[in-house]
């Protein structure tokens, strides 16, 4: 890594954990229902969970090596990964294109909001999968240059790592082999003896994990058909169009604005020419899949795994050096100022200066609420060994580990629960809109447990006028 890379990796770093400390300056206790999940899923390490691929619970359970597992180290690691994913996609840009190109490709990332905002506010799981793809095919056109053995295994490796992260990175996998396919120089290597090494590392990484698929009949997948809504195209076709190529066409709206005059169709190099082709597959195979499975709840960040090579098919079609400097300073001073925007929309989600009449899906708005809690505990039970049990939400378990910072013993609650038999004095802490107190009362009696309904805790709902998130106390008392 020569001093100018370096110099360009430091600032890909501080442009994400700007976001970071916006964050953190907002709500330094902030967890999201994701994290939530992965705290949650993270008490115990297992080969594999049923509501995610674990390669993120085995990171986040990997943090328990150096300090306790919190709010502040979850969003720690994700915008690690983000970095992670910015200066991979510099490096294999590099792959192709000059430094200096490079780095304006890189910047151009800024007008594809689904990795300039919305990595930034409230996904996990796709980013982890992203930084993943993206070193995968910076592996790819290293192996199509040079054809090492060791990028050879590493490519392998990231391959299984991929469908540990997300099981949608098979969207990539299918991308990247139909687009090398077409190629006969990427055919040659795809096809030389020295895959055997990628399938050998695959094997080894991904196997344990899919024993545990084969013993637990395919839990996770199921469950992914569900949250997709396999079989139920509730969404037109239309919709769906848009929902994926808003984006899409935004960028390349911008990328033209300022890079019209080097576009160009005619062939250059064979790495360019891969990667004009494989915008063709891009469109086809999602489309396919989201035909064949009637995916009825399709979500464009479903798609981040393989949008993001996008932007190497565009500027595939670009002579930068035809573009004059004069154009490139303007697209540059553009770019900082979109991302000077990207910092206060940022602000405004956390700090909800602007009340915005959309009902925006922020995952973060409890942060009032849980210190209300907390106050609310220590008040009216100072000194006392408290059980707190959370009623069959992860989001509040997770919420009330964070807040209440380990002080009492906290329990997540189901119908496989035990209710410790103890002299301590034991609460309940529930959702009042998801669970109705007659549901909570005759959900312990079938324990033999009383419940006395104490207060409630509530505090206004993100992004929602006129609504309220509460969450409601009781005291468990035997019923005999």
């Known amino acids: 890594m020569n001093k100018k890379d370096l110099i360009f990796s430091i600032y890909l770093s501080i442009y994400s954990l700007v976001f970071l400390a916006i964050r953190f300056s907002a709500s330094w206790h902030a967890i999201s229902f994701d994290e939530a999940e992965q705290f949650f899923d993270t008490l115990n390490f297992e080969l594999g969970y049923k509501d995610q691929p674990p390669l993120f619970s085995w990171l986040v359970k990997a943090l328990n090596l150096f300090f306790d597992t919190s709010a502040q180290s979850m969003a720690l ?25 490079s780095q304006i ?48 295994f590493l490519f392998g490796i990231l391959i299984a790592l991929g469908l540990l992260a997300k099981y949608n990175f098979v969207l990539f996998i299918l991308v990247l082999f139909a687009t090398a396919l077409s190629s006969k120089i ?28 084969l013993e637990t009949d395919f839990l996770p997948f199921k469950y992914a058909a569900y949250r997709a809504g396999f079989g139920e ?29 080097g576009f160009s169709f005619k062939k250059q190099n064979q790495l360019k020419e891969l990667c004009k082709s494989m915008l063709l597959w891009i469109v086809i195979i999602p489309a396919s899949v989201i035909i064949f499975f009637k995916t009825g709840a399709f979500f464009q960040r479903w798609l981040c795994g393989i949008s993001f090579l996008i932007v190497f098919a565009v500027f595939s079609f670009i002579d930068i050096s035809k573009t004059s400097k004069k154009q490139t300073l303007k697209f540059t001073s553009f770019s900082l100022v979109v991302i000077v925007i990207l910092y206060l929309v940022q602000a405004n989600t956390f700090f909800n200066f602007i009340a915005s009449p959309n009902l925006l899906y922020i995952h973060i708005p409890y942060k009032n609420v849980f210190s209300k809690l907390k106050d609310k505990v220590e008040k009216e039970f100072p000194d006392q060994d408290l059980e707190i049990y959370a009623f069959k939400e992860k989001s509040i378990y997770a919420g009330l580990r964070t807040f209440l910072e380990n002080q009492n013993e906290l329990i997540y609650y189901d119908k496989n629960t035990e209710i410790l038999g103890n002299e301590k004095t034991k609460l309940i802490v529930f959702r009042t809109k998801r669970f109705k107190k007659e549901q909570v009362i005759k959900s312990l009696a079938k324990k033999n447990y009383k419940y006395q309904d104490l207060t409630a ?14 969450l409601n106390i009781g005291l468990l008392k035997d019923s005999f």
């Open 77 to 101: 690691l994700t915008h690690i990964l983000i970095i992670v994913f910015l200066v991979s996609f510099y490096f294999a840009l590099k792959e192709i294109w000059s430094s200096s190109d």
């Open 105 to 152: 490709i890189t910047l151009s990332l800024v007008f594809f909001f689904i990795y300039s905002l919305d990595f930034n506010r409230y996904l996990i799981h796709s980013i982890l999968m992203t930084c993943i793809a993206s070193l995968s095919f910076w592996c790819f056109l290293r192996i199509i240059k040079y054809a090492k053995r060791i990028d050879y």
């Open 186 to 213: 990427s055919r040659q290597r795809l096809i030389s003896i020295n895959i055997l090494l990628s399938f050998l590392a695959f094997a080894l990484i991904f196997t344990p994990h899919f024993s545990w698929l």
């Open 233 to 261: 195209l509730d969404k037109s076709w239309w919709s769906i169009v848009f929902e994926y190529f808003w984006q899409i066409i935004l960028y390349f709206a911008v990328v033209y604005f300022f890079f019209s005059q």
């Open 457 to 470: 805790v509530q505090a206004p709902y993100l992004h929602k006028a006129d609504a309220v998130y509460e």
